[in-house]
């Protein structure tokens, strides 16, 4: 954290106004602050996905994230209430409740979330890879079975890793 912070001030002090360095430097630190904008060479939906997840970021995992990391908390209502904002099936055919992003729209939404609470964002993650799985190589009948319901978050997914030699 001390590193990004001096990173962003030293870019600052080389390339921005004195009102943003100071910005930078008082900015709360659980959503970060740059000079740069975000928004450079993005379209204007990647703008209004961006803008969605930092909002969602900002008010549902933000204000919660250290105690759920204190207290070891999954945070599964607010997980489900992303789905609201179609973070379930990113990837997926609107056909099974999807919004058929590319990974690098799904990119600027994961970014965004991660602002908010990192360990929370990557599950979101995890939960599009196996839904964007089932909907790219499942068979038709596991798509409709599982895909509006991993959309809709209604059923959440993950995926076990292992390693040979190591359990």
């Known amino acids: 954290l001390l590193y990004t912070i001096k990173f962003e001030v030293m870019f600052c002090l080389r390339n921005c106004s004195r009102s943003s360095v100071l910005k930078a430097i008082n900015a709360p630190r659980h959503i970060s602050a740059s000079c740069v904008d975000a928004n450079t060479g993005l379209t204007t939906d990647e703008i209004e996905y961006r803008e969605a997840a930092l909002n969602f970021a900002r008010t549902e995992l933000a204000p919660h994230m250290q105690t759920w990391d204190s207290t070891e908390e ?3 209502a607010t997980i489900k209430k992303s789905a609201e904002l179609g973070f379930g ?5 609107p056909d099974y409740g999807g919004l058929e992003l590319s990974r690098h729209e799904g990119s ?3 970014e965004a979330l991660s602002q908010g609470c990192v360990s929370t964002a990557a599950y979101i993650t995890i939960h599009n890879m196996v839904n ?13 079975k599982f ?3 991993l959309s ?3 059923m959440l997914a993950s995926y076990c890793l292992t390693e ?4």
């Open 132 to 144: 964007a799985m089932i909907n790219t190589f499942g068979s038709e009948a596991q798509k409709e």
């Open 152 to 154: 809709s978050m209604d």
């Open 164 to 167: 040979p030699g190591s359990g």
């Open 147 to 149: 895909c509006p319901v």
């Open 108 to 110: 600027i939404i994961f």
């Open 74 to 76: 999954f945070p599964i």
């Open 89 to 93: 099936g990113l990837y997926v055919s």
